[in-house]
């Protein structure tokens, strides 16, 4: 009979592990929509929920870590020839083992959603994983230590719900730097597909981890005050070690970007549509709708000829307009497939195909009425295209409609060329306002 | 053929299992064990003593857990003193405590595997000892059942498997018969009549008629020394029928007790 085999069985090894998994996919699979888009939004989203599953390996850990205290075995197991640190041994593989993997299976469960539609595998997931396995080994085992050091009943509890909350304030605070190397779950929330996380600050989580994993098994094994003592050396050690490396500057603490995730990947003929290569598997479903709308907008005179999928990072400026390119949200549905097919023209054709930058007077209820002029249907408020949109200004849509009319009772020749004059006006920085109803 | 280790095959050399010169032992910050003399070899030898005598703290101290606070002891050839490595004796050591501490979780069969791994067991020897001390405790049927499924008496016998599953050459066996019925102390009489034919067996107990019926040799402490060594015909000779006590030994005991604490008191 094998010892290791026998903590599999009768520690908390297994419970704990089965506990993880079920946690950490039933919080996958509540909104399978947050990391439908490929595998680094899967990774992300999972390394989010360590949120959950840390504070749980530290206190299945800090339960298991009670357990001789709690059966009062020390006067029995004194006497055996066998070192503490051998008897612990098989105890610390069995939570470490099942808990790791526990996390990979959590991954695996997402994986298999998104093998069939997740095109772009970025080296960087690999990464991230290993160190999210080595963060729940690391909790389960500094519980065991804090187990076997404060043997109490609340002490896992206690631990769960400390964990919980060092794990969140540690993920926010500030500066970013410290909370990157503190926090497990640090650089998990998603503004986009094309995010990752820089390899420093992954490395510097690492060493943090394995700080406080070994001094888990310093605080088990050691049976001394001055062990226990020797315990903090590692913390220390990895948390001067981890805040050396890690990366201080903004681009590589705030969402950073991975520049290859982010690369457009165009059609090869005309007109090109590009999406990024993270939404590379839809670019097929894309074109046919991209190029239906620059068919729209070709009526006008010096239309755009190319449709790009926007792609800005958090802290870029916007890209600069070219009246020859149209830029489009390409949304992805749960399943990770194109997700609102039907707005994908109507993206194209909205804005007369001019992005927005920021600077220049828009007048929505000008372009709507122009754009749905062009589509040759009345316009129709936002809210009801866009299931995320929970407000529009209530006027809007009426003026749009009233000029949509006025527009479509001009002769068509009219009509046109002042619609034309509104994308004239938009790409020279001028207010359209009063452009339709002359 | 199994390989036989030289351990096996060394002669003995120690003369005593147990040697104990002005031996001292704490209780906390109490001397519980005061001054005691012990040559204790092979056989079983029956620890008796009024509650406060010392006998668990000595029995503790036999089995390596409390350190002595003064005097020397040997364990096995082991010298107990803070400085020899205990691995060599506790290998061949066998205890089982007076609260006997287990986890519930586990079967018998793998809590007397766990502690047959304690105490360095051959792997390849494990699965066979551990069904064997099973077997002589007379636990076999409830081998698989687990521990916390079993009832007082079996958890005592459960406890004396785990302290024999290595064979051990010194056995301390700390009330090891609360709990068990009539007929269950008469099998556990046998196994120490069995196991005391090659091994030296310490076992403390306050009823005198097992120690009479199953032990070799009498030690009687009191006040943490010892106040008398011999054979359990020689105890019921110490007494009289003016002493308390419905057996020969249970006189004697009283009697050897009486004239202690009357010398104590002069």
């Known amino acids: ?438 | 053929m199994r390989t036989v280790s030289t351990a096996e095959t060394a002669a003995t050399i120690h003369p005593w299992a147990i040697h104990a010169q002005a031996l001292r032992v704490r209780a906390g910050r109490h001397l519980a064990v005061d001054g005691l003399d012990l040559s204790l070899g092979t056989g079983v030898h029956g620890l008796l003593g009024p509650n406060g005598a010392g006998k668990t703290t000595l029995i503790r101290a036999l089995a390596t857990v409390a350190k002595p606070a003064g005097g020397k002891l040997t364990l096995l050839g082991t010298p107990v003193d803070g400085r020899a490595d205990l691995r060599p004796a506790r290998r061949a050591l066998g205890y089982l405590p007076q609260h006997f501490g287990f986890y519930p979780r586990f079967t018998v069969r793998e809590f007397v595997a766990y502690m047959a791994w304690l105490k360095e067991m051959p792997k390849a020897d494990v699965p066979a000892a551990t069904q064997r001390a099973i077997d002589r405790v007379g636990l076999a049927a409830k081998a698989d059942a687990r521990l916390k499924t079993l009832s007082g008496g079996m958890l005592r016998r459960a406890g004396i498997a785990q302290a024999i599953v290595n064979d051990p050459q010194l056995l301390l066996l700390d009330e090891p018969t609360v709990g068990l019925d009539p007929e269950q102390r008469l099998d556990l009489r046998e196994l120490l009549r069995d196991l005391g034919t090659d091994a030296c067996v310490l076992v403390s107990t306050h009823l005198v008629e097992d120690v009479v019926a199953a032990c070799t040799d009498v030690v009687l402490v009191n006040e943490g020394r010892l106040l008398w060594q011999g054979a359990p015909e020689a105890l019921g000779a110490q007494g009289d029928a003016g002493h308390p006590g419905d057996s020969p030994a249970e006189r004697g005991y009283s009697a050897l007790l009486r004239r202690h604490r009357a010398e104590a008191t002069r």
């Open chain 1, 1 to 438: 009979m094998s010892i290791l085999g026998l903590e599999l069985r009768r520690s908390a090894a297994a419970g704990a592990a089965l506990l993880a998994l079920a946690v950490g996919v039933a919080a996958l699979y509540l909104i399978p929509g947050r990391w439908s888009e490929g595998w680094m939004p899967l990774v992300l989203t999972s390394k989010e929920y360590l949120i959950l599953l840390w504070p749980l390996a530290l206190a299945a850990g800090a339960w298991q870590g009670r357990r001789e205290h709690r059966a009062k075995v020390g006067e029995l197991f004194a006497t055996t020839p066998r070192s503490r640190a051998r008897r612990m041994l098989p105890v610390l593989v069995a939570m470490g083992a099942t808990l790791g993997l526990a996390y990979l299976l959590v991954l695996v469960a997402g994986g298999v959603r998104i093998a069939s539609t997740a095109s772009y595998f970025p080296p960087d997931v690999v990464v991230i994983v290993l160190v999210g396995v080595l963060s729940l080994v690391a909790a389960a085992w500094l519980g065991l230590g804090l187990g076997r050091l404060l043997p109490a009943l609340v002490t896992a509890p206690v631990l769960a719900v400390a964990g919980v909350l060092l794990v969140f304030f540690t993920a926010i605070m500030r500066p970013w730097w410290l909370g990157a190397v503190l926090s497990p779950v640090y650089g998990s929330s998603m503004w986009y597909p094309f995010q990752t996380i820089d390899s420093g600050v992954t490395g510097a989580l690492a060493i943090w981890m394995g700080g406080l994993a070994l001094a888990g098994v310093l605080l088990l094994v050691g049976g001394s005050p001055r062990a226990r003592v020797a315990a903090v050396l590692p913390v220390l050690l990895g948390l001067g070690v981890a805040t050396a490396i890690v990366p201080r500057d903004k681009a590589a603490l705030l969402a950073p970007v991975d520049p290859v995730a982010r690369e457009l990947v165009c059609t090869d003929d005309a007109p090109k549509v590009c999406v990024t290569r993270v939404h590379a598997n839809v670019l097929e479903s894309v074109t046919p709708l991209a190029r239906e709308g620059l068919a729209v907008l070709a009526k006008l005179p010096g239309a755009p000829t190319e449709v790009h999928e926007y792609a800005r990072a958090i802290d870029e400026e916007n890209p600069a307009v070219r009246d020859d390119v149209v830029v489009i949200n390409v949304r992805i549905d749960d399943r990770g497939g194109l997700a609102l097919p039907d707005v994908v023209v109507l993206e194209v054709v909205s804005g007369l195909g001019v992005g927005y930058t920021g600077d220049c007077p828009r007048d929505p209820a000008v372009e709507r009425a122009a754009a749905y002029h062009l589509l040759g249907r009345e316009p129709v408020s936002d809210l009801e295209l866009y299931p995320e949109m929970i407000w529009e200004e209530p006027e809007l849509n009426a003026e749009a409609v009233a000029l949509w009319q006025d527009l479509q009772e001009l002769p068509p020749a009219e009509a046109l060329s002042r619609v034309a004059a509104v994308r004239a006006a938009i790409l020279a920085c001028q207010d359209s306002t009063g452009l339709l109803s002359r």
